[in-house]
C-alpha cells in the first residue's frame, strides 16, 4: 500500500525529550519504519522547522520524509501550529494530487484537520479517495479534565478535536482507556480499532554497555520535563525514603534542554531542583539533559527502576523501552500505563500524584533485588511478545485493509461516501 503519514510538528527527525518532541516522534519513526519493511511504500509529512532542511529526503529506514512549508521555517510551539494548517492541507493536496495515497494517517488533532480538508480537496478526481485513519496519541478532553486552566491548547481543540473524531474512516487508540474516551466524545465503537505503542527490541535490549555508576541505587524518570509528568511527586517521594532512613538512592532526571548553562536556566530543571533542595534531598537529584536516542538503552541498563508518574499518559513509551532493556518499572495507574505494565508482574502501580504510595513501592523494590531482576525479565518477555513494532506494523496494516475494503463498494455508494467527505473538508475552512 502507499500511505501517507502526517505529523504536523513531531518529525522523525527531533530530539526525543524536548517540550514539544516525544513519544510521538517515536512512535510516527517506528511505526512508518516497520511498515516499509512489511513492503509498503511510506511517506512522513511534516511542517518544515527550520531553512536547513530540504523538501523531501529518504530517512535510513527506507521511508521518505516531506518537510512541507507552511508558516514560517523555525521551530514553533505546537499549541500555536493552528492558523498553518490551512496552508498545510494545501501543500498535501498538492504533493497527493501527483502521488495520490491509499491510505492516509493523521496524527494528532491538527493533523487529523489538514488530512480531512486535503482529502476534502480530492474528492472530484480522486476514485477511490484515501481511506483516512487517526491516531491522537494525546486527547484535549483528558488534558484539560487534568492541567485545567494551565492546558495551553488552542480553544478551538474542544470543538476540532471531537469532529476530527467522528469525521475520519477510522480512529486508532493505543489503548482501551483512550477507546472509551473516545466513545465519550461520539465516536461510533465500530469506528474505532486498537493498536498499541511499540518498542525496537533489537536496539532496547537487557544485554549491552550501560552507563557508568556507583553504589547507589538507581532510579530514573525519563521523558519531557513539563510539570504533567509528574517529576515533583518522585522528588517528594525521594524524600519521604529518606526521612525513613533510605538515602542511598539517586534520582537521574533525563529529559528537557541540552548543555549545562541552558539545563540550568530551564524553569522546569529550576522548579524541581528548588523543590529537592527544600526537601533536603538536592544532592540525590541529577539533571542530565537530554540524551541522544541512540545512548538510551544505554542509560536504561544502568538504572535500577525507572519510574513513570505523569498525572496522565495516553500509553507511554518510556516504560516499554525499559522493560524491553530488563528493568522493573514503576507507573502512575492511568491510561495506557495500565495496559503495557501488569501490576505485581512486570512492575508495580500506584495512584498518581501520591508521594507515599510512590516511596513505598521504590521502598519495596529498593530491598528486594530478586523482585526486580524477576520483574525485569518478565519484562523483556512481555516486549518481545505483545510490544514490538512489527506486530504493531502488522496490527495497523490489518486495519487499513480494513478500512480499504469498506470502500470497495457499488459505485452509487462510492459518489455518496464521497459527497459525504467532500462537505467534511469544506466545513474545515
Same mark, same amino acid.
Given at each position: ?18 517540550v514539544?518532541?516525544g513519544?510521538?516522534n ?20 511534516t511542517r ?24 514560517p ?5 505546537k ?17 497527493w ?13 491538527m493533523?487529523?484537520i489538514?488530512?480531512?480538508?486535503a ?9 477511490p ?8 496519541h494525546?486527547?484535549?478532553v ?18 476540532l ?27 461510533n465503537r ?9 518498542v525496537?527490541?533489537?536496539k ?13 541505587l538507581r ?7 513539563v ?9 517528594? @517521594? /525521594?524524600?519521604l525514603?529518606? $526521612? &525513613?532512613?533510605?538515602? #542511598?538512592?539517586?534520582l537521574?532526571?533525563?529529559g +528537557?534542554?541540552? =548543555?549545562?548553562?541552558?539545563i540550568?536556566?530551564?524553569p522546569?530543571v529550576?522548579?524541581l ?16 539533559g ?6 538510551m ?9 525507572v519510574?513513570?508518574?505523569p ?15 530488563g ?10 500505563l495500565?495496559?503495557?505494565v501488569v501490576?505485581?508482574?512486570t ?9 507515599? @504510595? /510512590?516511596a513505598?513501592?521504590? $521502598? &519495596?523494590?529498593?530491598? #528486594? ?5 524477576k520483574? +525485569?525479565?518478565? =519484562?523483556?518477555?512481555?516486549?518481545r511478545?505483545?510490544y ?5 506494523a ?6 487499513y ?23 467534511v ?5
Amino acid at each position: 500500500m502507499k500511505i501517507s503519514m502526517v505529523s504536523e510538528h513531531a518529525s522523525p527527525l527531533a530530539a526525543v525529550g524536548g517540550v514539544d518532541a516525544g513519544g510521538q516522534n517515536v512512535h510516527v519513526a517506528e511505526l512508518s519504519a516497520a511498515l516499509v519493511r512489511r513492503g509498503h511504500d511510506v511517506t512522513v509529512f511534516t511542517r518544515r522547522d527550520s531553512e536547513r532542511l530540504h523538501w523531501e529526503q529518504e530517512l535510513p529506514t527506507g521511508v521518505r520524509l516531506v518537510n512541507v512549508d507552511a508558516g514560517p521555517a523555525h521551530a514553533v510551539p505546537k499549541d500555536k501550529l493552528l492558523p498553518y494548517m490551512p496552508a498545510f492541507a494545501e501543500q498535501l493536496a498538492g504533493y497527493w494530487r501527483e502521488e495520490p495515497p491509499q491510505v492516509v494517517h493523521g496524527h494528532f488533532w491538527m493533523s487529523g484537520i489538514a488530512c480531512i480538508e486535503a482529502v476534502g480537496k480530492l474528492q472530484k478526481e480522486l476514485l477511490p479517495p484515501p481511506v483516512v485513519a487517526q491516531t491522537f496519541h494525546a486527547l484535549g478532553v483528558v488534558k484539560r479534565r487534568h492541567q485545567g486552566t494551565d492546558d495551553t491548547s488552542p480553544s478551538e481543540r474542544e470543538f476540532l478535536e471531537p469532529w476530527v473524531a467522528r469525521s475520519v474512516d477510522r480512529v486508532i487508540a493505543t489503548c482501551p482507556d483512550e477507546a472509551f474516551e473516545l466513545r465519550q466524545l461520539g465516536v461510533n465503537r465500530r469506528r474505532i480499532s486498537i493498536a498499541p505503542c511499540g518498542v525496537d527490541v533489537e536496539k532496547f535490549t537487557p544485554d549491552g554497555p550501560a552507563r557508568p555508576r556507583g553504589q547507589r541505587l538507581r532510579l530514573a524518570v525519563i521523558g519531557r520535563l513539563v510539570p504533567r509528568k509528574g517529576v515533583d511527586v518522585v522528588v517528594s @517521594a /525521594l524524600a519521604l525514603l529518606a $526521612a &525513613a532512613g533510605h538515602r #542511598d538512592i539517586e534520582l537521574l532526571v533525563a529529559g +528537557g534542554t541540552t =548543555g549545562k548553562d541552558r539545563i540550568a536556566a530551564d524553569p522546569e530543571v529550576r522548579r524541581l531542583r528548588d523543590l529537592a533542595d527544600s526537601l533536603g534531598v538536592g544532592g540525590q537529584v541529577i539533571f542530565t539533559g537530554q540524551v541522544p536516542r541512540a545512548e538510551m538503552p544505554e542509560l536504561f541498563r544502568s538504572v535500577d527502576v525507572v519510574v513513570c508518574t505523569p498525572w496522565y499518559e495516553p500509553f507511554g513509551i518510556v516504560p516499554l523501552e525499559a522493560m524491553a532493556c530488563g528493568v522493573p518499572v514503576i507507573v502512575s495507574a492511568v491510561g495506557g500505563l495500565q495496559e503495557s505494565v501488569v501490576d505485581g508482574v512486570t512492575g508495580l502501580h500506584v495512584p498518581p500524584k501520591h508521594p507515599a @504510595a /510512590l516511596a513505598d513501592a521504590i $521502598a &519495596a523494590l529498593a530491598d #528486594d533485588p530478586a523482585l526486580r531482576e524477576k520483574f +525485569g525479565a518478565a =519484562g523483556v518477555e512481555r516486549t518481545r511478545t505483545r510490544y514490538t513494532w512489527d506486530r504493531v506494523a502488522a496490527e495497523t496494516e490489518r486495519i487499513y485493509r480494513a478500512m480499504r475494503d469498506h470502500w470497495e463498494q457499488p459505485e452509487a455508494d462510492v459518489a455518496a461516501s464521497r459527497s459525504r467527505l467532500r462537505r467534511v473538508g469544506e466545513g474545515a475552512r
